[in-house]
């Protein structure tokens, strides 16, 4: 297996670089509304929406006018504080407003009519959920009168995103309609932050009413806590000082909270490994000494192997999710669990919290600090050479690698690797669902929170051209590359036709392999190689259905392709030299390369394969 990355042995480590600077300051409602709106004059709902939505300091919306939804975009046209992007299907709009959510770190906002228009909507709601990204959505709804009479292009979208959203609205009354914006927006962008859906009656928009805009946002019953009970953190803080085998297990809620500076410090002053998990790749960064990398299902060797064999585990910002854990009851079976969350629901669901605490993770972390120096100052630091010799000895082990193809087509590792290497640590890097997402989370090395940005929990195709449109809006100094594969980028590819007409030119890096790679990868695995519907006919052989590069130039691009090796980094930096087009780059990639290191689904951690064939052994106890 060829060796790609290694970290230095703990008596040689380099030090790492310098904390990550903070992101932009927040815009709150308040502070807009204050300067922006103008109380007591006479409009109508559609008038008031557009009115709210500049109130509440939003400056870009995505999305796709309709019947139900037509009279608010009728005034949204004179408005000169927003700008609308029309995209070319809903979802695209959804993913779109995660996107800009994921750059800007404020609430990205996307539009549609109703029926299908709002249903197409209901895959980017739950990505969003699952991966707790800020983001309102606004629906026209038929008129209040035809509610629940199956009238046309009529769905209960308030039913059915339920399930999917942090909350969401109906209105009925043209009234109420800056007070609940002010509401949604409030609820989006505060505790764990999430998805609400604003559902309003076509007849409301239509309707007069008197602009008010609440000075403050009333939500009884809705009361996040942020401030962690000292209680909690001083005894965390106990076992942080104390543990021979800590393990710092760091999750997307880490990047949510802001909270990447305060990490590095808790990271440094407790000497303690660290992971960090799919949704929260750069928030340490990848040439920390002590960052072990990702854990779970396709993480490194020694990122799995430490949580293990931990004998305390504290848990910031995230969830144990199954792709991690893997067999729940074995994940990480000699550890004292803390785990510190924003969401109290998710604090024991999957896992049994010996010390819980609720809060913003930004605050739990900052609290935590003193609570450790005081510790440290009493008791001393403990003694962790033995488990740095041992982690030390897994990297030197199992680095992180791949094996050459044998059918003459390029790694696919190498390609994503090329890219990060060259594009570098400025760049945002988005990814779509399957082994090219694992690839780009293993093989760039991330050195900044907003760095990477994927569809983790709901693991959605098409998630990556149209988050990688938002994300470009959302901070347009930065090369935006849309990291994709054959399967997924046809899902969503239309929204070039929308980067191309706006303006907003992001890079787009096939890694065509001619199949739905992860899929396949499965059922080589476990499948006796029956590949059932999984060859793509889009790169291997004569035919290419459809053509990528001639595709790319329909829609506008400058479509590049390439197929050796040698060629990679050539392609890669002309790619990087165009600024003013869309770029699509196919590249033609091994359909037999997988992803490793694997936890297969439902298995112990402790049945991780390094590689096919291949399983560590890590029996030395300390």
């Known amino acids: 297996m060829a060796q790609d990355q290694q970290t230095a042995p703990a008596a040689n ?42 109130a509440v300091g939003t400056t870009v919306v995505f999305g796709i006018p309709g019947g139900a939804i037509l009279p608010t975009y009728d005034p949204l046209m004179d408005s000169t504080r927003l700008r609308h992007i029309l995209m070319r299907h809903e979802q695209g709009a959804g993913h779109a407003a995660e996107g800009y959510a994921y750059t800007t770190g404020d609430v990205g906002v996307c539009m549609a009519t109703s029926g299908p228009g709002a249903t197409n909507l209901v895959t980017a709601l739950a990505d969003a959920n699952m991966d707790s990204v800020p983001v309102v959505a606004i629906t026209g709804q038929v ?74 946002v009333e939500l009884p019953g809705y009361h996040p806590v942020t401030k962690p009970h000292a209680k909690q953190v001083r005894e965390a803080a106990r076992l942080l000082a104390t543990a021979r085998r800590p393990v710092l297990y760091v999750g997307g809620g880490a990047v949510r909270a802001g909270a990447a500076a305060e990490l590095r410090r808790l990271v440094d002053e407790s000497g303690a490994a660290v ?36 004998d305390l585990v504290v848990a910031l910002g995230t969830r144990f999710d199954d792709r991690v854990t893997g067999k729940i009851s074995s994940f990480a079976p000699h550890a004292t669990v803390v785990h510190a969350d924003i969401d109290p629901a998710e604090i024991g669901k ?6 819980p605490i609720v809060g913003d993770l930004k605050e739990v ?11 440290h100052a009493q008791h001393g630091k403990p003694d962790l050479a033995a488990w740095w010799r041992q ?9 992180l690698g791949y094996s050459p193809t044998e059918d003459g087509h390029m790694a696919p ?15 945002v890097y988005v990814a779509g669902v399957g082994q090219h997402q694992m690839w780009a989370a293993q093989f760039i090395r991330y050195q900044r929170p907003g760095q990477w940005i994927n569809s983790g929990g709901l693991g959605t195709m098409g998630f990556a051209v149209p988050a990688a449109l938002g994300a470009k809006v959302g901070d347009p100094d930065r090369v935006v590359w849309a990291i994709d594969g054959d399967g997924c980028f046809q899902m969503t590819n239309q929204e070039l036709a929308t980067c191309t007409i706006n303006d907003i030119p992001i890079k ?49 691009c400058v479509g590049l392709r390439c197929e050796k090796e040698d060629e990679v980094d050539d392609t890669i930096r002309r790619a990087m030299e165009i600024d003013d087009q869309p770029v699509v780059v196919d590249f033609t990639v091994s359909r037999d390369a997988m992803v490793w290191p694997m936890v297969p689904a439902g298995v112990s951690n402790d049945e991780i394969q390094y590689a096919r064939g291949i399983s560590p052994a890590w029996d030395r106890e300390e």
């Open 350 to 355: 999957n896992r049994r919290a010996d010390v």
């Open 143 to 216: 008129g209040a009168p035809l509610i629940g009479t199956d009238a046309f292009q009529e769905a209960d979208i308030v039913g059915i995103t339920l399930p999917v959203t942090k909350h969401n609205f109906l209105v009925t009354d043209a009234q109420d309609i800056p007070r609940t914006i002010a509401q949604a927006f409030h609820i989006a962008r505060t505790g764990r932050p999430g998805p609400v859906l604003v559902d309003i009656a076509k007849s409301a928009q239509q309707g007069s009413m008197t602009f008010s805009w609440p000075q403050q």
């Open 13 to 54: 480590r380099p030090q790492a670089t310098a904390p990550p600077t903070p992101g932009p300051a927040r815009v709150t409602p308040a502070d807009v509304a204050r300067s922006a709106v103008t109380h007591g004059e006479t409009m109508t709902g559609a008038q008031a929406i557009v009115r709210s939505l500049e």
């Open 391 to 399: 982690i030390d000895d897994w990297r030197e082990t199992f680095p």
């Open 508 to 556: 787009v890096a096939i890694i065509n392999n001619s199949s739905l790679g992860m899929v396949r990868q499965w059922q080589t695995l476990f499948y006796e190689a029956r590949y059932s519907n999984t060859d793509l006919h889009t790169g291997h052989g004569t035919a290419r259905v459809p053509d990528f590069v001639k595709l790319a130039e329909a829609y506008g």
């Open 413 to 427: 590792q190498l390609v994503i690797q090329r890219l990060g290497e060259i594009a570098g640590p400025e760049a």
């Open 275 to 310: 992971v960090t998990t799919l949704m929260a790749r750069g928030v340490l960064p990848d040439d920390h000494p002590q960052h072990l990398g990702m854990p779970g299902m396709h993480g490194t060797v020694p990122a799995v192997a430490a949580l293990q064999k931990a």
């Open 365 to 375: 972390i900052a609290d935590l600090l003193p609570e450790l120096a005081r510790e």
